[in-house]
């Protein structure tokens, strides 16, 4: 069963709007989320990232919002640039477990439209 | 710079040959792992090792096998019995214990074409 979950496989918005790409996950014991952003035939790259100690972690156009009550967090992009376009991966993870391991989500394709 | 690399780039292969691919880090990281990622399928993990000479089967190891004789090297092999192999490849490398971290690094993947 998925732990992560990226229930929209696309999103398009136009560019200078806000784009919100959602995360929901099921395990209560994740307590740092992190977002990647990847291009077609590259890696991912990190993005930003927050701990469940806080609800908000905001860095220049991005920002991600965590509900811990709802296990849900989101990532906004205001405004939205057509060089955002690609696809978005959420991913958890537990501090100190015994992986370590991220847990990734199935992705979110952004399209960003001039 | 540090970094992480994979090779090649681009892959292609006859089917029922096995086909090793590679990925070398300068970063110093503890950890290693490869993922695979297919359309619609996000990224799903096939091996890990936190340590040299020691790695872990992940969600999809069937078909695939790795060694870490160095801690800077974790190479994939792709045997003839992974069904369809068929795949753009990931390394990724990190640092154990860190936090707040910044997750992994990847590497730029490795496209493979079975033919």
């Known amino acids: 069963d998925q732990q992560v979950k990226q229930n929209s496989p696309s999103l398009s918005v136009q560019e200078g709007r806000i784009s919100i790409l959602n995360c929901d996950y099921t395990?209560?014991?994740?307590?740092?989320f992190l977002w990647y952003k990847k291009y077609p035939a590259e890696g991912p790259t990190f993005l930003i990232s927050?701990?469940?100690?806080?609800d908000k972690n905001e860095d220049g156009r991005f920002t991600v919002f965590l509900n811990k009550s709802a296990k849900h967090l989101s990532l906004h992009i205001v405004p939205s640039q057509p060089g955002d376009s690609a696809v978005y991966f959420c991913?958890?993870?537990?501090?100190?477990?015994?992986?370590?391991?991220?847990?990734f989500g199935k992705g979110t394709k952004l399209s960003v439209k001039p | 710079d540090g970094g992480i690399t994979q090779s090649p780039k681009y892959l292609f292969r006859k089917e029922g040959q096995n086909v090793t691919l590679s990925c070398e880090q300068n970063?110093?990281?503890?950890?290693m792992y490869w993922y695979r990622q297919d359309p619609g399928q996000g990224l799903r993990l096939i091996y890990y090792?936190?340590?040299?000479?020691?790695?872990q089967k992940g969600d999809i190891a069937e078909g695939y096998s790795v060694s870490r004789e160095k801690k800077e090297s974790f190479p994939l092999t792709v045997t003839s019995a992974q069904k369809n192999p068929t795949a753009f490849y990931l390394c990724?490398?990190?640092?154990?214990?860190?936090?707040?971290?910044?997750?992994?690094?990847f590497g730029s993947g490795t496209r493979l074409t079975v033919v």
């Open positions: 395990n209560s014991m994740f307590d740092y």
């Open positions: 970063l110093n990281h503890d950890a």
């Open positions: 991913a958890a993870s537990v501090y100190g477990g015994s992986q370590g391991n991220l847990i």
């Open positions: 927050i701990s469940s100690i806080k």
């Open positions: 990724a490398s990190s640092i154990i214990g860190q936090y707040p971290n910044y997750g992994y690094t």
């Open positions: 090792s936190q340590i040299v000479n020691d790695f």
